[in-house]
Nanobody, 132 residues
Framework: QVQFVESGGGLVQPGGSLRLSCTAS????????VGWFRQAPGKELDAISG???????????TYADSVKGRFTISRDNAKNTVYLQMNNLKPEDPAVYYC??????????????????????WGQGTQVTVSS
């Protein structure tokens, strides 16, 4: 089973940038599509929202409307890591950010409506705070 460690979160001002990393252990990521999710303040983990996904070989990326044009997902299979470059951070972006493996044919569904996605293997996440 793939285990993830998320990192790179922190405190930034509105309009600032962060780069999150999600490093896997327990298996190589070569055969997995991966998604980034976030848990907004006050929300339960089962209300987590899908933000962005990247296909198994990296040729397809998807984004939720709320982050399209601001966030960029990428992967480096040699490092077993998936990244999320977040630019122009807004006051509505603060959350704990997580990653997870996702079915390759779900990468659009997850960013449109992740309600049907179940994962029982969340990592510890990384906290993003946006404040002036």
């Amino acid at each position: 089973q793939v285990q993830f460690v998320e990192s790179g979160g922190g405190l930034v001002q509105p309009g600032g940038s962060l780069r999150l990393s999600c490093t896997a252990s327990g298996s190589t990521l070569d055969n997995y599509a991966v998604g980034w999710f976030r848990q907004a303040p006050g929300k339960e983990l089962d209300a987590i929202s899908g933000l962005s996904c990247i296909s198994t070989n990296g040729d397809r990326t998807t984004y939720a409307d709320s982050v399209k044009g601001r966030f960029t997902i990428s992967r480096d299979n040699a490092k077993n890591t998936v990244y999320l470059q977040m630019n122009n951070l807004k006051p509505e972006d603060p959350a704990v950010y997580y990653c997870a493996t996702v079915p390759n044919d779900w990468i659009q569904t997850i960013v449109d409506d992740s309600a049907g996605f179940f994962n029982n293997n969340w990592g510890q996440g990384t906290q993003v705070t946006v404040s002036s």
